[in-house]
């Protein structure tokens, strides 16, 4: 990517987290509610609330690590906040703008590609082969959406 370590950390981790975070939330909530509200009120408190945390944690294992200085600590956690935040409202439009089912699905395939771009850029930079970093990325990733489905689903039987 040839961007410094602080803004590759926040771009890497809060790209990943807000698509892993993002789309298992709005997945599950689909499968469990089936409503546009919950799903809307869920991808906004995870956006912000999650960037938070998430910076936090970054700052954390940065602050952890004696290599790293101060400024690029705070460049690190401001990049992940920023990063999360941006990544996870952008899943928003569609759910706004069109019937949720096809919302989920676009959104999916949405973050599978922003997933699939950064893993290939990473894998190029690290001399990997790209397609078993993508692929890598993409198996967990779908790994979580069908989870997420499940669980919803099940909380869904259990509690309607």
């Keep these: 990517m040839g961007i410094k370590h602080s803004l590759k ?6 790209l990943t987290s807000a698509i892993i975070t993002t789309l298992g939330l709005m997945v599950g909530l689909t499968s469990g509610t089936h409503s546009k509200l919950a799903v809307i009120a869920g991808i906004l408190t995870i956006a912000f609330c999650d960037a938070f945390s998430d910076a ?25 906040f920023f990063f999360k935040l941006i990544f996870g409202l952008s899943f928003l439009p569609a759910i706004l703008l069109l019937e949720l089912s096809k919302a989920i699905i676009l959104n999916i395939i ?18 990997e082969k790209w397609y078993k970093v993508v692929f890598e990325h993409l198996f967990l990733a779908i790994l979580v959406i069908f989870l997420s489905n499940f669980i919803g689903s099940l909380i869904s039987s259990f509690f309607s």
């Design 110 to 127: 949405w973050g599978l590609f922003l997933l699939s771009l950064l893993s290939y850029f990473l894998a190029k930079e690290e001399n």
């Design 9 to 14: 950390v926040g771009l890497s981790f809060g």
């Design 56 to 80: 936090l944690g970054i700052h954390l294992s940065e602050e952890s690590e004696t290599k790293h200085s101060k400024k690029e600590i705070w460049e690190s956690t401001f990049s992940t």
